[in-house]
Antibody, heavy 117, light 106 residues
């Protein structure tokens, strides 16, 4: 079964850092672009960042540029999101997602990040 | 950046009704559009990609159409399990912007 499992969420103070992880199974992880998508409580979906198969191409939404870093370890079938200088508006459920040609066909269950003092 | 605008923001319909949700892009995106369904507490689920191609396993009462700037998701014969929020997402170039969502009540 194809699966994505996120971890690493939690409560962090404004200005703090957190590293999210996503472990993939059931498919050849190194063949796919991967994304992080977030959803603030009661709000819509927001694409955050993505990374290509070998990790050399990375793109970010403007609101996280310079603060968040996406990376991957194909040997460990894992995707990461390093989040620094966190703000209250970064509070959200963060989903790990596998891209197909023109859609996101596989989603994780999400991990909640709460930024609050 | 290209903006994606959905309408309506919410709707209420009865079982068996035909429901139409619209997504408009601020610039042309050809057919690089996907539709997702999200139920409370769950991850989104892909329904339609490339504007009109039904994802495997999705009931045939769901259909998509459009190209360029105007797109439509149609649910024929609405079912109780279709109560959810629906999102469009563009895929022509990053950022992969989503519409704001349409909540469907049954």
């Amino acid at each position: 079964e194809e699966q994505l499992v996120e971890s690493g969420g939690g409560l962090v103070q404004p200005g703090g850092s957190l590293r999210l992880s996503c472990e993939a199974s059931g498919f050849t992880f190194s063949n796919y672009w991967m994304s992080w998508v977030r959803q603030a409580p009661g709000k819509g979906l927001e694409w955050v960042a993505n990374i290509n198969q070998d990790g050399r191409e990375k793109y970010y939404v403007d609101s996280v540029k310079g603060r968040f870093t996406i990376s991957r370890d194909n040997a460990k079938n894992s995707l990461f999101l390093q989040m620094n200088s966190l703000r209250a508006e970064d509070t959200a459920v963060y989903y790990c997602a596998r891209e197909s040609v023109i859609a996101v066909a596989l989603w994780g269950q999400g991990t909640l990040v709460t930024v609050s003092s | 950046d290209i903006q994606m605008t959905q309408s309506p923001s919410s709707l209420s319909a009865s079982v068996g009704d035909r429901v139409t949700i619209t997504c408009r892009a601020s610039q042309g995106i050809a057919k690089y559009l996907a539709w997702y369904q999200q139920k409370p507490g769950e991850a989104p689920k892909l329904l339609i990609y490339a504007a009109s191609t039904l994802q495997s396993g999705v009931p045939s009462r769901f259909s998509g159409s459009g190209s360029g700037t105007d797109f439509t998701l149609t649910i024929t014969s609405l079912q109780p399990e279709d109560a959810a929020t629906y999102y469009c997402q563009k895929f022509n170039s990053v950022p992969w912007t989503f519409g704001q969502g349409t909540k469907v009540e049954v």
